[in-house]
């Protein structure tokens, strides 16, 4: 009988709620079996395998609720769009990168951000290109700028809703040039894609990612490769949706947690597709684009709750919750409110709502995956939010404490590509929101990136996502600088680094405070990422 492998961490700062001065941690054979002090953690463990932390600060691993891999994979291994400011930029880029016989997919272009906001043409985006395919995705990945070349690529797309002679393309059209670029991608391009994204993931403390993925996003063959690879050893969990209506089917057989993630009910803010009560801002004469109505929003939502499946919905505008909130009310008078609840269905963003919805939705169960981070880039008075919806209706949007007080199961993620794989950004960003009052605490948006996470998934046992004795050994151990605790005092963020304070510190958030650097991450006892070296 093989003996149990324990190893014992000493030295370090770590984060539990069953002890709040804890140094030491042991875990025997992926599973975390003693959190306390040094000296007691020698005395119990003799023969364990000792890491000498020397002050590193030991934390639960994070989990990132929605993201789409392969589409990151590909903006970590080639062309960045996030740092153009011009047409000119982003012409001159393509032009450097393109390349004869290979698709360019690039990401990341925000033309709220540019100094003229004049977008290329396609004759220029052709001229800079020659003939290669390209597919250029604005930022919220719900338009984009092609060439010519990838157009003949997707025939019929100049009759779909969405397509334009010259500008981006939206909607239906641009699900058309999405899809003809995915079939452009070699096996190869998608594999090292999807490696680049793990790595990522795994070099930033995440040990789980929820995959969006669906018949509009990504393709069915995209996931199987990614979860046949996330399968292997030495690297992160990926839990996958199957963004699809009526797919119940579908997503069973590809292994997918539940028929989920982007099955979109509406656009995005940065696009003009987000579905409004009333119009844009800066474009009056558009609300918005509603591709669900509550009808086929309960349907699915039944049906997924009869199947035993989480059912989901990609949503962020007004009119779009609203949709959603009644489909809801429909689901319930054919399976029941309990029925209902014990799925724990989905909803991914959901930007604007109000609290009479969130305490709604919040009896249903549902889980809400929202991304602190478009708070940080797009929030603020002279924020795109602003721009698109003035500032009345910006300063409404992610109202993260509000939706917490009502119930609201919060899980954070990045949507990256959208936003990038940043836990310890998004935690800061989630706490100190651009609309006072709308943030959570720090523990509180530290535990929506953590053990939300895995509950969003559906893993409910009350320790996963934590260091506590019977916990899965997740973690990360992290170069930090000063732990504070958060004061209770709700009206305004302060800090303290008082230990008697009672609650295990997180590292200093505040605006210029040095984020901390991921040195080593494990899962389930395995190390998938280091560059920490210290063992006694």
């Known amino acids: 009988m093989t003996k149990a492998r324990t190893t014992l961490l000493l030295g370090g700062r770590t984060y539990t709620p069953s002890a709040p001065d804890a140094t030491a941690m042991a875990i025997t054979d992926g599973t975390v079996v003693w959190v306390g002090q040094d000296n007691p953690a020698k005395t119990l ?248 109505d509550a009808p086929a929003i309960g349907e699915h939502i039944a049906a997924c709750t009869e199947a035993g499946l989480q059912a989901g919905f990609h949503v962020i505008g007004d009119a779009a919750v609203a949709e959603v909130v009644e489909g809801f009310r429909l689901a319930e008078k054919t399976v029941g409110q309990r029925a209902l609840a014990a799925r724990h269905h989905r909803l991914e963003h959901v930007e604007m709502i109000d609290t009479d919805q969130a305490r709604a939705l919040a009896g249903w169960g549902v889980v809400a995956s929202v991304q602190p981070l478009f708070d940080d880039a797009w929030g603020g008075e002279h924020g795109m939010y602003t721009d698109r919806l003035g500032a009345g209706r910006a300063a409404k949007l992610n109202p993260f404490a509000a939706m917490a007080a009502e119930g609201l199961l919060l899980a954070f993620g990045s949507d990256a590509p959208v936003t990038p794989l940043d836990p310890w950004a998004t935690v800061r960003a989630g706490t100190y929101h651009r609309t006072p009052g709308s943030g959570l605490s720090a523990r509180a948006s530290f535990t929506a990136h953590t053990r939300a996470g895995h509950r969003a998934a559906g893993v409910n046992d009350g320790v996963t996502g934590s260091l506590t004795p019977g916990a899965p050994a997740h973690y990360a151990i992290w170069d930090a600088s000063d732990l504070v605790v958060a004061t209770p005092d709700s009206r305004v963020q302060r800090w303290s680094t008082d230990p008697r304070a009672g609650v295990p510190p997180l590292p200093n958030l505040a605006e210029g405070a040095p984020l901390p650097r991921c040195l080593r991450t494990v899962r389930d006892g395995q190390v998938i990422h280091d560059v920490f070296t210290r063992t006694a």
């Not at 890491?51 to 994979?73: E, K, Q, Y």
């Not at 040039?177 to 790595?199: D, G, K, N, S």
């Open 45 to 292: 463990h003799p023969d364990a395998e000792v890491v000498d932390l020397d002050g590193a600060f030991v934390a639960p691993a994070f989990v990132d609720a929605h993201v789409h891999a392969t589409a990151t994979g590909l903006h970590l291994t080639g062309l960045n769009l996030t740092t153009v400011r011009s047409a000119a930029e982003l012409l001159a880029a393509v032009r450097d990168t393109a390349r004869p016989g290979q698709v360019l997919v690039a990401h990341g272009w925000d033309e709220s951000r540019w100094r003229d906001g004049r977008l290329p043409s396609r004759a220029e985006i052709d001229e800079a290109a020659g003939t290669t395919p390209v597919y250029l995705s604005r930022v919220d990945v719900h338009s984009a700028l092609v060439s010519s070349a990838l157009v003949a690529l997707a025939p019929g797309v100049h009759d779909t809703q969405g397509w334009s002679v010259d500008g981006p393309l939206t909607r239906d059209a641009h699900h058309r040039v999405r899809a003809a670029m995915r079939e452009a991608i070699t096996p190869e391009q998608r594999r090292e894609a999807q490696r680049a994204f793990l790595a990522e993931a795994a070099a930033q403390g995440i040990v789980s990612v929820h995959e969006c993925a669906g018949p509009d996003i990504s393709g069915a063959d995209d996931l199987t490769g990614l979860l046949t690879l996330a399968a292997g050893p030495g690297l992160p969990e990926v839990v996958g949706y199957w963004g699809e209506r009526g797919g119940v089917d579908t997503a069973r057989a590809l292994g997918a947690r539940g028929v989920a993630g982007d099955l979109f009910v509406d656009g995005a803010l940065g696009s003009r597709t987000a579905a409004l009560h009333e119009p844009y801002t800066d474009a009056p004469g558009t609300s918005g684009t509603l591709y669900l």
